[in-house]
């Protein structure tokens, strides 16, 4: 994607009051981050354990949505990320929930998903960061990042209601 700036991210939330999108802490390392190889920007607030963030490109522009992360149980088990499909053990994967924009999140609505808890899901799927294993598959990489963004189009689709 796009190299994008703080003022362009904070521009892009839909789920946040304007003090929330005032106050929410982005990447420290943004100029650094890899974004030839990204399909969205996600990162997890260092200071807030619970919060978690993703912005992407859609067809109406940048659409940023705040997330929460659910606490992890402490169980080992296996479970896949819903967007990049990638398979972790542990607490690789996190259930993060979505107010929703508009008039449906002030009612309280929210949409949840399980996703990778590093929202790393552009490097997964390109073997730029090692997950403990990913689908044996048949399909190309472009096909599998095609999914991705699908996939990430829906839930979207869903927060914005
Ligand atoms: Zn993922």
Request: glycine share 10%; hydrophobic share 40%; net charge positive.
């Amino acid at each position: 994607m796009t190299p994008l700036t703080e003022p362009a991210i904070r521009a892009s939330f839909v789920n946040c009051t304007k003090g929330e999108v005032k106050r929410l802490a982005l990447p420290r390392d943004l100029a650094e981050r890899p974004w030839a190889d990204l399909d969205f920007l996600g990162w997890r607030d260092p200071a807030a354990a619970e919060r978690a963030y993703l912005v992407a490109e859609s067809g109406t522009g940048l659409l940023g949505v705040a997330l929460r992360v659910a606490p992890q149980t402490g169980r080992v088990r296996r479970s896949m990320c819903s967007l990049c499909l990638t398979t972790h053990t542990g607490d690789g994967v996190s259930l993060m929930t979505a107010r929703k924009a508009g008039r449906d999140g002030r009612a309280g609505n929210s949409v949840g998903s399980y996703l990778c808890t590093d929202l790393a899901c552009s490097l997964y799927l390109r073997g730029k960061k090692n997950a403990g294993r990913r689908l044996d598959e048949s399909i190309t990489l472009a096909e599998k990042i095609d999914r991705t963004r699908a996939n990430l189009a829906a839930f979207l689709q869903q927060v914005v209601g």
